[in-house]
């Protein structure tokens, strides 16, 4: 049964026709008519395209019927027949209808856009050959079916392209046999006969997290028996349950199996560690109590590693985390096992990270002044639909920025307009310069929430003065909740006076999500821990031949100074300390720090350099000890 407006729509395999139920006062519906009885003889399942009206009564000896509800309510009439195919149930949104032809196995993909003719989009076998059912998500960017056969799974599909549905995962509901899937706000709810009903978080439909189940039958094996159907459409949160054999359950799903509550890791200039992750964790459910946790760690562009964690007393559970030679970013979650198998993270999509070193701030804004400071934006195909405002949750869009009001994105819903990125279109936003020339082991970090389909058809990319230096993989890309990245953009923008970031977008035509929302940019350097305890500060540009003066502050009293010199920047370490320049470097100035730490270094610049660029750095010492060394400066000969 369906409804639409206030009518009920059912369907039998015992009688012919379309029994019309008003619901016009809910305390006591009435039949109000049995629609269709000429051409419905009986219909396996009904589906109602909520868009239109239109009724699609499947799984009849005569074909796939369509019914306008909209044109009639109460008794309405028949306006298409899809015979190509026998149709065991389907899915109908946006102008198009997502078939189940159980008989072939196959997932078959129609335009529904121009009735009477059904014409092909796609055709998929699904893995096992027996599809009983089709559902697609709020904004037609993935697709779920179930095989009905014996150890049947639910298959996920990247359907942003619809032409061309790209399988992501499949979901084996424990031994048993899959009947009906549906999904509503990135949770796949599944009835699976003998093993009752489960649900799993597929905000990464890649990689799917079993999040809970209830058994509503005794019953074992994949015998068709037990949990039949779900319905997890209610405002309430409720599930509604039907098994065969045992009647009605209504279920409220936990959400949460788990409570975490951890304060994240903050920069440290430690190397040798241990980094400590602790966290107070609690079951939801006191019959289904935690078993272990573990951290999932690594480097930001390494392995993960697995850190067992322990209890330490009450509820903190901790563990240790190896220490890491500096300059490093380390990326972290915490998950927590329930005995039923259930695993809360946190976060629960992407890491939590900190710095092995010294973090220097270069630029930063989180798009809260009153004006777009220095940002612009544009379009070189079909229009320019960036905008910087408080976001409305359109179309995949986030209902909040990041931090504060206001993020930078492609259509935030402002004004009444949809969320959605102009299909076919291409635009950018790109920041004003920053001069990052006396910054080495340059990094980009912001938040980013992201909506495109599959890389083929939406190109998303993050570029360093023209420079590509990420874009989006080939699944579809669908944020659900902030995310954090951080860009290594040394080799790029390490010594460069004028630095821009540019967020580009391609759409495919079609149907579109919502494409880019940025917050909270930041350009920063990571050093080493412990360096940079010497100030060096002097010109910008000099002439040939010219003679020009540094000034040397913070260094060892009554100690000696070196002044080094480079083409080019880079970690190197010397003399047990690390130096920002790199190989090859020349000594161009030395004598000795007064009892303040301080000195002068003249410099003459050497004759036939114009159009060099120079990169200089001091280093001091105060007798036998350790080597210190500053900043660099970069000097533009004109």
């Not at 869009?397 to 969320?419: E, K, Q, R, V, Y």
Request: with cysteine.
């Amino acid at each position: 049964m369906v409804t639409y407006g206030a009518f009920c729509y059912i369907v039998t395999e015992g009688g012919p026709g379309v029994q019309v139920v008003s619901l016009a006062n809910p305390e006591a519906p009435f039949l109000a008519a049995t629609a269709a009885t000429g051409s419905v003889a009986h219909a396996h399942t009904i589906a109602c395209d909520q868009g239109t009206g239109r009724l699609y009564a499947n799984g009849t000896p005569s074909g796939m019927r369509v019914l306008d509800a909209a044109a009639n309510p109460a008794n309405p009439p028949l306006i298409a027949t899809y015979t190509a195919q026998y149709v065991h149930d389907s899915f109908v949104q946006n102008g198009r209808a997502h078939l189940a032809e159980i008989n072939i196995g196959r997932y078959r993909i129609v335009s529904v856009a121009s009735l009477p003719s059904f014409p092909e989009i796609s055709v998929t076998v699904t893995p096992g050959t027996f599809t009983h059912n089709t559902w697609a998500n709020e904004n037609d960017t993935l697709c779920a079916t179930t095989d009905e056969s014996a150890g049947g799974d639910v298959t996920l599909f990247d359907i942003t392209n619809p032409a061309a549905p790209l399988k992501l995962a499949r979901i084996s509901p424990f031994g048993a046999t899959a009947h009906n899937v549906y999904l509503r706000n990135g949770i796949a709810y599944v009835s699976s006969y003998t093993a009752g009903f489960a649900y799993w978080d597929i905000a990464n439909p890649a990689a799917p997290v079993y999040l809970g189940r209830y058994d509503t039958s005794p019953r074992a094996g994949s015998a068709l028996s037990g949990n039949w159907s779900v319905y997890p459409f209610a405002a309430s949160g409720l599930v509604y349950a039907s098994d065969i054999n045992y009647g009605l359950f209504i279920l409220r799903p936990d959400g949460t199996v788990a409570n975490i509550q951890h304060a994240p890791l903050a920069d440290t200039e430690d190397e040798h560690g241990p980094y400590t992750v602790a966290a107070d964790l609690a079951a939801t459910n006191g019959a289904n109590p935690l078993v272990s946790a573990q951290v999932v760690w690594g480097l930001e562009d390494g392995a993960d590693q697995i850190a067992a964690m322990s209890p330490a007393g009450g509820n903190t559970w901790s563990a240790d985390l190896a220490g890491q030679e500096s300059p490093a970013i380390l990326r972290y979650r915490i998950e927590a096992t329930c005995a039923d198998g259930a695993i809360q993270r946190l976060p629960r999509s992407g890491w939590q990270r900190f710095h092995v070193g010294r973090p220097a701030q270069i630029y930063a804004t989180d798009f809260e002044g009153a004006s777009d400071a220095g940002w612009i934006h544009g379009s070189t195909a079909v229009g320019d639909d960036w905008m910087r405002g408080d976001p409305v949750g359109n179309s995949d869009d986030p209902a909040d920025a990041a931090s504060g009001t206001n993020c930078w994105g492609n259509d935030l819903g402002l004004g009444g307009l949809n969320g959605k990125v102009l299909a076919a279109s291409s635009s950018w936003l790109e920041s004003p310069a920053v001069d990052c020339s006396t910054a080495s082991g340059t990094r980009l970090g912001f938040a980013r929430w992201l909506a495109v389909r599959q890389n083929v058809t939406d190109q998303a990319r993050v570029l360093v003065n023209g420079t590509v230096v990420w874009e989006n993989p080939a699944p579809a890309s669908i944020d659900d909740v902030w995310q954090a990245l951080d860009l290594d953009i040394s080799a790029i923008a390490d010594g460069e006076p004028a630095v821009r970031v540019r967020f580009e977008i391609d759409a495919g035509g079609g149907i579109t999500p919502g494409g880019w929302n940025v917050d909270d940019v930041e350009i920063y350097a990571l050093r080493p821990s412990g360096t940079d305890s010497v100030t060096l500060s002097g010109p910008a540009t000099g002439l040939p031949g010219q003679s020009v003066q540094f000034t040397i502050g913070g260094a060892p009293p009554s100690g000696s100074w070196w002044l080094i010199a480079s083409g080019s920047v880079a970690f190197t370490a010397r003399f047990g300390a690390i130096f920002d320049l790199a190989d090859p470097a020349s000594l161009v100035a030395a004598g000795a720090t007064d009892a303040a730490g301080s000195a002068l270094a003249v410099v003459l610049i050497p004759p036939g350099s114009a159009g060099r660029t120079l990169h200089l750095e001091a280093a001091a010492r105060a007798g036998a000890g350790p080597f210190v060394e500053s900043n660099f400066v970069t000097l533009a000969v004109q």
